[in-house]
């Protein structure tokens, strides 16, 4: 089965940049999703990482290293709508597992 | 594109109780999927429904349940219901689903509270 562990809270400070972790253990990997929901809303989708590297989307970028179990969520200039739940979630079989989920607070 | 629905959005039950919940899909898609969403468990996988067949299934009793109409539309049951039940219940459909990567698109949640 599978295992995954993310923070449970970060804060950070507005125009700053932060960076949430998301460590997995599987016994077969189809890729890594990133979701970001809302206090009282529908998760959204973020990224999609099968291949190591960065992958890089505006103000977010994802990152991937599959020999280690291992992806972050890097977020740049942060914005006060930035404060939300990121969850990182693993494929097994024809479902998502997904972490606890990061609880991220952005600051004046 | 209308997104995902689901119906209803907050629903009241007491203890021992059944409910359904309802969700409809984006249009064409056709793999549903459910979730329920607890502080203490965050979001766990509930089942899958392709094809008006279920194709996974999660680790939950059997008091939850569920079906796929041919309209692609999905309902879940839950019976007899217990205080740990009460939750925020997501549903997130796909074209087809089965297959990685496939975007899940989530719905708004059904709120249940069990009293």
Known sequence: ?108 | KAGVTQTPRYLIKTRGQQVTLSCSPISGHRSVSWYQQTPGQGLQFLFEYFSETQRNKGNFPGRFSGRQFSNSRSEMNVSTLELGDSALYLCASSLVGGTWPNEQFFGPGTRLTVL
Request: include cysteine.
């Open chain 1, 1 to 108: 089965g599978q295992n995954i562990d993310q923070p449970t809270e970060m804060t950070a400070t507005e125009g700053a940049i932060v960076q949430i972790n998301c460590t997995y253990q599987t016994s077969g990997f189809n890729g890594l999703f990133w979701y970001q929901q809302h206090a009282g809303e529908a998760p959204t989708f973020l990224s999609y990482n099968v291949l190591d590297g960065l992958e890089e989307k505006g103000r977010f970028s994802s990152f991937l290293s599959r020999s280690k179990g291992y992806s972050y969520l890097l977020l740049k200039e942060l914005q006060m709508k930035d404060s939300a739940s990121y969850l990182c979630a693993v494929p097994e079989g024809g479902k998502l597992i997904f972490g606890q989920g990061t609880e991220l607070s952005v600051k004046p």
